[in-house]
């Protein structure tokens, strides 16, 4: 079946550096969504990404959507504490029938102060 | 507009037990999803519900089944609980269609012993 895999597992930064997870797809995409999960937390919606080369910004955040709707990636600048957590990428499949989100493994981001 | 509502928040079952878990949607959602997430793991789809119907299923034995009432809320069952069963469980809702983002609940934190 369809596989999401997200690299890194695990990212540990200094509060002020970027960050970038990964995430890539054998197949085709439709499009591809991004969640974060707070530690004790449950996962939250961040955004969609539907056309092939999409970026989007949320303030410190850039979502791109690869040119062959394969990969995507989430960029934060300057990381700050508040960033703290794991960060999901969840694709459908391309084909229509199923409405259930694939979700990668997600990557853990560590913030030292 | 309250959010998606789980219930209990903790459970906590011997093993060859019975657990339901309760799940009620944001109005207006359709569909209802059930994830299992394992201790500093990612989601594992276990279920998808639309219009009191299942529409999917995960690669999760038989024992783990559920239902979606016809307003919309759901239940998740886990007959015969097994040790590797304990797992935050998270329900999910949406619009029915592949342009939505989901909406989780808090979780339902299993423990098995």
């Known amino acids: 079946g369809q596989q999401v895999m997200q690299i890194p597992q695990y990212q540990h930064v200094q509060e002020g550096e970027d960050f970038t997870t990964y995430c890539n797809s054998s197949?085709?995409?439709?499009?591809i969504q991004w969640y974060k999960q707070r530690p004790g937390g449950h996962p939250v919606f961040l955004i969609q990404?539907?056309?092939?080369?999409e970026v989007k910004k949320q303030k410190r955040l850039t979502f791109q959507f690869g040119e062959a709707k394969k990969n995507s990636s989430l960029h934060i600048t300057a990381t700050q504490t508040t960033d703290v957590g794991t960060y999901f990428c969840?694709?459908?499949?391309?084909?229509?029938?199923?409405?259930?989100?694939?979700f990668g493994a997600g990557t853990r981001l560590a913030v030292h102060p | 507009e309250a959010g998606v509502t789980q219930s209990p928040t903790h459970l906590i079952k011997t093993r060859g037990q019975q657990a339901t878990l309760r799940c009620s949607p944001i109005?207006?959602?359709?569909?209802v999803y059930w994830y299992q997430q394992a201790l500093g793991l990612g989601l594992q789809f276990l279920l998808w519900y639309d219009e009191g119907e299942e529409r999917n299923r995960g690669n999760f034995p038989p024992r783990f089944s559920g239902r979606q009432f016809p307003n919309y809320s759901s239940e998740l069952n886990v007959n015969a609980l097994e040790l590797e069963d304990s797992a935050l469980y998270l329900c999910?809702?949406?619009?029915?269609?592949?342009?939505?983002?989901?909406?989780f609940g808090s979780g339902t934190r299993l423990t098995v012993v």
């Open positions: 197949t085709t995409l439709s499009n």
């Open positions: 990404l539907v056309k092939s080369g």
């Open positions: 109005s207006g959602h359709t569909s």
């Open positions: 969840a694709a459908r499949r391309f084909s229509g029938g199923y409405n259930k989100l694939i």
């Open positions: 999910a809702s949406s619009f029915q269609g592949a342009d939505y983002g989901y909406t």
